[in-house]
């Protein structure tokens, strides 16, 4: 198949999860074309079925807002047309459903119906299409979709309940690549950062206000006083600062890093013994996935569709959203020496679940099955 894949070309969990699809997609002899407004995160290397076409917009003093929305839908239309596409895949809603859309009508009144697939993935239901200057747009653009995916049956469900959609939604799970995600034999890094083999926690994410980030600092500080432990905080985003100038007041300064972006997390996940996702939603919740496919059980918050990956007193444990006093006993259970290695081994088995040769070929399935039915 000749296949397009418009998404955010950033560090979060749609763009990674849009951009290892398409790398995936390509290895098994697709043709990908990537249309996205910057080269995609995890795309920084040669490979003869993957193409890249920029969006651009020339800017104008007339515009406080430049029209993105009608750019990508313009470069959807030109690389649909010279690349011969067979099927458009967008992710999350917004605008890459509503832009989709758009092209496909220009499409259509040039004699071409392309396919269009919308991937839901989080807080384009959860946040951002709730706001009520979105939410038709969101609708109208779900409905317009030749075929949806949901993320997790939390998100498909919490789809329908928000918004009046008429389209069945098909959950395809996130998923992981074992031949990355997998631990490694880092001991010299584990030494550096726990010199004293103190337990090492780990958080990764985008430091959005979702995220909850204060919860994982309030529940550290009591966690250390039961348990010689560090805290590792992977990536970069609004709440960073704040948080830094947190650990610094509580007196954690020496036990925490902030590492910033980091390319290579599974260096870090493989020395890890507990991660952290305490987010106030979370449709799936993949750096949880990544985490454990590197053995490391999971503390999470039970909201959206992470019971769906975390299983409660198997892989870690799950606390109601702010339940600080909850996650710190779950933690301090999980990191018993005696219990912390099946912990780990559970992690793992539930990783395999989501392979990323299983869940990729559920995606090829359903784009034949959307191609077919036009
Ligand atoms: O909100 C983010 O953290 C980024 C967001 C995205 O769409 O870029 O991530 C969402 O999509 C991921 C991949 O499908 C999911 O694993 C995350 O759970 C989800 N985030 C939220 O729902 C908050």
Redesign the pocket.
């Known amino acids: 198949m000749r296949i397009g894949i418009v998404c955010?070309p950033t560090f979060?969990?749609?763009?990674?999860?849009a951009t290892e699809l398409g790398k995936a997609l390509a290895q098994k002899g697709h043709e990908v074309h990537f249309i996205t407004y910057s080269q995609p995160i995890r795309l920084d290397f040669f490979n003869e079925n993957i193409f890249y076409h920029e969006v651009n917009i020339s800017s104008y003093p007339l515009f406080q807002y430049p029209p993105y929305e009608s750019a990508l839908a313009g470069r959807m239309v030109d690389v649909v047309k010279h690349a011969n596409l067979d099927l458009l895949h967008v992710h999350?809603a917004i605008p890459h459903a509503t832009s989709a859309y758009l092209a496909k009508q220009i499409l259509k009144s040039e004699g071409l119906n392309i396919p269009v697939v919308t991937t839901l993935?989080?807080?384009?239901i959860?946040i951002v299409g709730r706001d009520p200057a979105l939410s038709p747009v969101v609708t109208f653009s779900i409905n317009e979709s030749d075929g949806v995916t949901a993320?997790s049956k939390d998100l498909k469900i919490d789809t329908e309940s928000a918004f009046k959609v008429n389209k069945d939604i098909e959950v395809i799970y996130?998923f992981v690549d074992l031949t990355r995600f997998y631990k490694q034999e880092k001991e010299h890094f584990k030494r550096f950062i726990c010199p004293n083999n103190e337990k090492l926690l780990v958080h990764a994410?985008?430091f959005?206000k979702?995220?909850r980030i204060v919860d994982i600092i309030k529940a550290f500080a009591k966690i250390r006083k039961h348990i010689p432990s560090k805290l590792l905080m992977v990536g970069d985003g609004e709440e960073r600062q704040n948080m830094e100038h947190l650990s610094r007041d509580l007196g954690l300064s020496e036990d925490i890093r902030f590492i910033g972006k980091l390319e290579a997390i599974e260096e870090v996940l493989s020395v890890a013994d507990l991660f952290f996702m305490p987010?106030e939603?979370?449709?799936?919740?993949?750096?949880a996935l990544e985490a454990m496919a590197c053995e490391v059980p999971v503390i999470s918050s039970n909201t959206?569709?992470l019971a769906e990956l975390n299983i409660h007193g198997v892989t870690g444990f799950l606390s109601n959203v702010g339940d600080i006093d909850d996650m710190v006993k779950n933690a301090l259970f999980v990191l018993q020496d005696d219990q912390l290695p099946t912990f780990k081994k559970n992690a793992l088995e539930r990783a395999k679940q989501f392979d990323m040769n299983v869940i990729v070929q559920q995606y090829e399935a359903y784009y034949h099955k959307i191609i077919d039915s036009l």
């Open positions: 955010y979060g969990g749609s763009g990674v999860v999350y993935h989080g807080t384009d959860s993320v996130n994410s985008n959005r979702v995220k987010s939603k979370e449709s799936f919740g993949l750096a959206g569709g």
